[in-house]
């Protein structure tokens, strides 16, 4: 995931991966995106994480295959990693993701359990989407209208569904009279399994896992 074997012990520039514009890091793969909004991955792919068609780790940058591994992903804004699972932006507010979808984190109303799914799949539900944020095995993104999508594991109420129950499809977050949609979000970010948001006025609201304070 350094783009070399071995551990490295201060900043090493990776050959030849020049015109990046954004970076993210998962548990053991590495994401970058060029000024071109193109998507490239590397180290540790046992999940598909890297998104090149294989399960195979390598040391050498690929660029992510297009849905069902035709073409390439294209005009990408943003990309996000939870541990072994890679997202990814697009410019008109679409939402792609490949890799670990045991908690049904795709968005797609299926679970593939542990299979690798080495190609990204557009998620369902979602089509205006201007943030994401990742935990270790869900993501949240933040709507054009102010309101906050989540789906995969929900098990500590991150979701801020009144509940803790995981979804396979994206849902909305809810207000704090437990029924209506929340809207007036501006900015969104992830723990491992809590959400934090900030608003529209300035204040910050959180939901999720407490254990630490």
Known sequence: QLGRTGNVYTPEEIPNLENIEKVSAGNYHSMAIDKEGNVYTWGYNQNGQLGDGTTANTTKFHKVKGENGVGYLQNIVQIVSEDH?????????????????????????????????????????????????????????????????????????????????????????????????????????????????IKEDNTVWSVGWNGAG
């Open 85 to 197: 699972t890679s997202h990814a932006l697009t410019a008109d507010g679409s939402v792609y993701s490949w890799g670990y979808n045991y908690y049904s984190q795709f968005g797609t109303n299926v679970g593939t359990g542990e299979n690798a799914n080495p190609y990204p799949v557009k998620m369902q539900k979602v089509s205006n989407i201007i943030q994401m944020s990742t935990g270790e095995q869900h993501i949240s993104m933040l709507d054009a209208d102010g309101s906050v999508w989540s789906v995969g594991n929900n098990g500590d109420g991150q979701f801020g569904t009144k509940n803790d129950s995981g979804t396979s499809l994206p849902t909305q977050m809810l207000d704090t009279d437990g029924k209506s949609i929340l809207y007036g979000v501006k900015e969104i970010a992830s723990g491992r399994d809590h959400t934090v948001l």
